[in-house]
């Protein structure tokens, strides 16, 4: 009998034993098929696992027979969730492909350069806010874009009016002027519609934003010197999506914001509507606005048709309507104590485009798309003794093709631009009406050579009426080195064609300024390159990126204001050049809940004339931007800020002093709403604090240049409500 049981027992432990699996599988790199060492796989449910060695490679052994889940994952990288049976029916070494998400970006489609590509795999260098951060950026100010933008690295905005607030945004020291502002690939922000436009779009209803910084006039033509931004918005998904957003400041300003999105079957719509306001605000008890009084209404509706698989159109609008009132506090209250005449600045503007994109897929690597939008801008600009009022009428076309094949992308195609502004008579000075027509054709291949090295280059040929033809080549390359380290270089050539809408201009309310000729006015051209070193890598429980990158653009005889006789001003192409070079580098760490940011740009701008070398006014040479957040998903996020701006040069002659802005937010998050508190510029730094910004009288007087805050420590606090469903069936 003991023997029999002792047979039976041995039996059950061999049965055991041979039923017990053994899984090899070797873990790479999904984009550069490069093993990873270090990684990790488990069998779900259990502590049954192993760890890659030098050869990528894991082994685990034990597993039972039946169905069972196997987890891989490596730091930086996403986790794969696969399902084997056991016992396999083949034992060979399986091979698994893991994404990498240092910075959440590579799986991203990029719009900008009008292909397939995804962020990962782009040779031009573009730097993408996502939505996350978008909306965090939402909380310090929901009501335009100026801090979005304000806290990269190489961005600057340049406050253009002390009392109205009025901005512009410099890449890499370069004026506003040389920065294209898109708004889903469509150009709505130039020349006259260039002075409010940072301070009139609301960042509320954006998917994401992609920058590309230098020379990238190829697709988008004339503008683009310094760079742009490409504003994308949000589409709607078989999720409906419902969001109110409202915030209030100490600053007395009140946002309230509400988007709607859904997708049905054959038609699909968003809409984004918003008020915006703030009454006058003076923290420097100086009788002049920091903060002008205004009020602000947006409608950006989008209408979507998806009429089969291959043809899909849409149809959308972007408005905005404001009446921004700055200058003494008395005359903003409607109180002229002293019985004399006040100084205000009067701002009214409207804003109306409306924007048709219609694609149709030929086969599945290749599609036609066609692009059409109206632009209508209306502004008025009144101050004691002075009103200046203008229309803009502006249109843009475009067709192109693109074939995505699996290592070549082509794109090619022609567009249209119009831009007509018309003044309001209003003074006996001449008028400054203007009419400019470009067309250009295109071309751009993106090649993936090799494994770890891609080409993107193109060709645009413009013609532009009075000025003639223009040429614009570009090129970019990148190198995938292994799965730390990549680089990207890149360079071009781009141009701006004259117009009375500059910094300079907008500073003094285009008062006495003659009008541009192209009798005596030429486009300004330039060229310019870029080149960065990325890493990547963990580092025991955390995961670094580095991105170093480098930069040079030199504009040849820049457009300059300059002051004649009798109070007047003309702009002139002067005998020079207009270069920046310097630095960027990027840090980021990010350890369980925590990520730091740590940038730092370095930027050397600077005017030859005659011979003559000057610093270019308001550049910060060194710029220090530091973010710490603190995220437990779907909880709780919060986060500190410290910026750092050096001495700039003035147009005085002067040099300012230097400054730093701290900052820090908090945000509660439950399900469907989310609460949350921003304290920003808590150490209350003030240009005011600093000495007067104007000379002369209050009643007449001369603003100096705006290089530090004028509003100084704000808090603003509000609720996001968040409600999304599948739509029913």
């Known amino acids: 009998m003991k023997t029999n049981i002792f047979i039976l027992v041995a039996l059950a432990i061999c049965n055991v034993t041979f039923a017990q699996n053994t899984l090899r599988a070797i873990i790479k790199d999904a984009g550069s098929k490069e093993t990873l060492v270090g990684a990790t796989a488990f069998v779900e449910g259990t502590q049954n696992g192993g760890t890659s060695g030098a050869n990528g490679q894991i082994v685990i052994s034990r597993i039972p027979d039946g169905k069972h889940a196997v987890v891989f994952s490596y730091l930086g990288y996403g986790q794969q969730k696969k399902t084997f049976t056991f016992p396999l029916a083949d034992g060979s070494l399986i091979e698994i492909f893991l994404e990498s998400e240092a910075s959440g970006l590579e799986e991203v489609v990029i719009s900008s350069t009008r292909g397939t590509r995804t962020f990962e795999n782009i040779p031009t260098r573009i730097e993408f806010i996502g939505a996350e951060e978008l909306e965090e950026k939402g909380n310090m100010k929901p009501g335009d874009i100026r801090m979005l933008l304000n806290e990269s690295t190489g961005i600057q905005t340049q406050q253009t009016s002390p009392i109205s607030a009025n901005a512009s945004i410099r890449i890499q020291g370069l004026d506003g002027r040389y920065t294209q502002i898109l708004k889903d690939g469509f150009p709505l922000y130039s020349n006259a519609a260039s002075g409010l436009g940072l301070l009139q779009i609301p960042p509320l209803d954006l998917k994401q934003v992609e920058i590309i910084k230098g020379a ?11 760079g742009l931004v490409n504003l994308v918005s949000k589409t709607p998904s078989d999720e409906r999506e419902w969001n109110v957003h409202i915030n209030g400041t100490s600053a007395l300003g009140l946002d309230v914001n509400g988007f709607y999105s859904q997708r049905f079957e054959k038609t699909g719509l968003t809409l984004f509507v918003s008020r915006n306001s703030n009454a006058a605000y003076d923290p420097a008890n100086i009788n002049l606005s920091a903060i002008p009084e205004f009020e602000r209404y947006n409608v950006n509706p989008r209408f979507f048709v998806y009429f089969n698989d291959r043809t899909t159109m849409e149809l959308s609008a972007n408005t905005a309507f404001e009446n921004r009132l700055g200058g003494d506090m008395r005359y903003i209250k409607g109180k002229d104590s002293d019985g004399g005449q006040l100084y205000f600045e009067d701002n009214q503007t409207q804003r109306l485009s409306a924007q048709l994109a219609v694609e149709h897929k030929l086969r599945d690597r290749s599609k036609l798309v066609l692009r059409s939008s109206y632009n209508y801008f209306n502004r008025i600009i009144a101050i004691p003794d002075y009103t200046f009022a203008g229309r803009q009428n502006s249109g843009f076309s475009e067709f192109h093709y693109l074939y995505a094949g699996e290592t070549v992308e082509w794109v090619a195609g022609a567009n249209l631009y119009t831009d007509d502004f018309s003044e309001k008579k209003r003074t006996g000075f001449a008028l400054r009406n203007y009419s400019q027509t470009t067309g250009g054709i295109f071309v751009q291949n993106t ?49 701006k064609t004259p117009a009375i809408f500059t910094e300079e201009s907008e500073r003094i309310h285009y008062r006495n300024v003659f009008p541009v000729s192209s009798d005596f006015n030429k486009p300004e051209r330039s060229y310019g390159s870029n080149a960065d070193l990325n890493y990547k890598t963990p580092v025991g429980d955390a995961f670094l990126s580095v991105n170093q990158m480098f930069f040079y653009t030199c504009i040849r005889h820049p457009l ?23 630095a960027e580098t990027n840090i980021k760490i990010r350890y369980s809940d925590f990520t730091l940011f740590v940038g730092y740009t370095f930027t050397d701008a600077n005017v030859k004339e005659n011979g003559v070398r000057s610093p270019n006014p308001l550049t910060s040479k060194h710029r220090l931007n530091n973010i710490l957040m603190y995220e437990v998903e779907d909880r709780w996020k919060i986060g500190l800020e410290a910026y750092y701006y050096s001495p700039q040069q003035l147009n005085d002659g002067t040099i300012s002093r230097d400054y730093w802005i701290c900052g820090a937010m908090v945000e509660k998050i439950w399900e469907h709403f989310s609460i949350y508190a921003n304290f920003e510029n808590f150490t209350d730094t003030r240009q005011t604090k600093f000495g007067s910004i104007y000379t002369g009288t209050v009643t007449n007087p001369l603003f100096k240049d705006i290089y530090a805050p004028l509003d100084g420590f704000v808090v603003n606090a509000g609720i996001k409500i968040k409600i999304t469903g599948r739509q029913k069936e």
């Open 216 to 226: 990238t006039s190829t697709l988008y033509g004339g503008g683009a010197i310094a």
């Open 447 to 495: 090649a993936q050579i090799a494994r770890w090295f891609g080409v993107e280059s193109g060709l645009r040929s413009d013609y532009v009426k009075d000025y003639g033809w223009v040429l614009l080549p570009r090129w970019a390359l990148l190198f995938k080195i292994n799965t730390k380290w990549t680089s990207r270089i890149g360079g071009g050539l781009g141009y």
């Open 560 to 582: 300059m204001l300059i002051p004649l006789t009798g109070g007047n001003y003309q702009l002139q192409n002067i005998d020079g050049q207009v270069d920046t070079k310097g």
